[in-house]
């Protein structure tokens, strides 16, 4: 018999379809796994609250999959119900139990962007969820976990669980050298590739399974981020603290041996690179014609030179260069066509030139005043240096206003 048995309720992807038409959906994906062995009293309320309080106030897109962990009771029939029930809950059924073994299935075959998971019963408070998985959707984060540990969170248990988990955090810190606060809390999220690259190398099945992960994350460098969590602990809990500690030691100490034969290097991939929309084409378009402009600058001014002064000859050939870079640049780096505003488009960039010139002519002036008899070598490496740093104020300038994008945008309709 298979292990693996999943409701027929339409995926995601169906139901951003019928919502938008012919349209592909737009925006990231995230996939929220909610384990679950024995939870028949307390999983369709926790579901319909997370998926109320996501559709009012989540910004992306989201499906949520309970996975049933080999439950005798009637959780694998409530998690079918809500499947048909809720467009974006999906319900999966294992034959064999495990927290990890269920992550492992979800996150191992889910097409979302992002990946996470949490506890069915919802100790961590949902506000939370948002800070949680934002900085994987940017890319600045790997993985993200809740912390009940860290400066800002609020935490409701007993003595005993408070003291356990801290003794094991303390473990983890002094023995593995981790340095994330919270292993254990039910509330995490990666991006979806890094998940998937990781996991054929995480082992554990059960409890440990988010240690694993997160120790091989951050042993191959990558970027963890936590988040201050509000979380109430659940006083009808069916994870067997005793057993559970004794498996985590055992990981412990695997991870230790792993870790001491250099095993745990996993090829990962990197952040992805986020540029403002355009800047990648932007940037090199810009060098390029700042490289040509500069040179000729300096040919025009070492001509004019021998008939100008220094300051005169700077700003002679500052602004020939000015009119010649600012038409090249919004032609070829804007992708602005016509004459429609140009003479504007040549007064703002004249603007931006101006505030090199300044630079340029500053530092032009400091030179002879600290070195009067300085050589013309000297004016001329001085001047290259300076142009190089007012190219990155007239790029700023260029971009976030004389050819900001949506002056672009209204530009282009105008022109239609």
Not at 112 to 140: E, K
Not at 203 to 216: G, K, N, R, S, V
């Amino acid at each position: 018999m298979s292990e693996l048995t999943t409701s027929l309720s339409p995926g995601p992807q169906m139901r951003f379809r019928v919502i938008e038409g012919l349209s592909e959906p737009r925006g990231p994906l995230i996939e929220i796994a909610i384990p679950a062995y024995n939870e028949e009293h307390v999983l369709a309320a926790s579901v319909r609250r997370l998926h109320t309080y996501l559709i009012e106030t989540f910004p992306y897109r989201f499906v949520i999959t309970i996975v049933d962990n080999a439950s005798t009771d009637r959780t694998w029939e409530v998690a079918e119900r809500l499947s048909l029930e809720l467009p974006e809950v999906e319900a999966v059924h294992l034959e064999r139990k495990g927290r990890g073994r269920a992550l492992r299935h979800v996150w191992g075959t889910s097409e979302a962007d992002v990946v996470a998971y949490m506890d069915v019963d919802l100790s961590t408070d949902l506000d939370a969820f948002l800070p949680l998985v934002a900085p994987l959707v940017s890319g600045h984060s790997d993985l993200a976990i809740g912390s009940r540990l860290s400066r800002g969170s609020a935490v409701v248990r007993g003595p005993r669980r408070e003291i356990i988990s801290r003794a094991y955090n303390l473990l983890l810190h002094t023995t593995l050298a981790a340095r994330f606060s919270d292993a254990q809390c039910g509330f995490k999220a990666g991006r979806a590739e890094v998940v998937r690259a990781l996991l054929p190398a995480v082992e554990d099945q059960a409890w440990f399974f988010d240690t694993e992960l997160l120790l091989l994350a951050e042993k191959n460098g990558l970027r963890i981020h936590e988040v201050p969590v509000d979380w109430i602990d659940d006083p009808d809990s069916r994870v067997d603290v005793f057993h559970t500690a004794l498996d985590d030691l055992r990981g412990m100490a695997r991870m230790g041996r792993r870790l001491l034969s250099g095993a745990l290097r996993v090829p990962v991939p990197s952040r992805p690179e986020r540029l403002p929309a355009g800047m990648r084409s932007q940037v090199p378009s810009f060098a390029v014609i700042g490289v040509v402009s500069t040179v000729a600058q300096l040919i025009l001014y070492a001509l004019l030179r021998l008939l100008l002064p220094v300051i005169l000859a700077n700003v002679v050939s500052y602004f020939l260069a000015a009119i010649a870079n600012t038409a090249a640049n919004r032609r070829f780096t804007f992708g602005v066509i016509g004459k429609r505003r140009a003479v504007r488009h040549q007064l703002e960039g004249g603007v931006a030139f101006l505030v090199g010139l300044a630079v340029s002519t500053g530092g032009l002036a400091a030179l002879h005043a600290l070195s009067p008899r300085a050589p013309r070598l000297a004016e001329v490496a001085a001047l290259l240096g300076l142009n190089l740093f007012a190219a990155v104020i007239r790029f700023v300038l260029l971009r976030a206003w004389v050819f900001h994008p949506r002056r672009v945008a209204v530009l282009e309709e105008q022109t239609r």
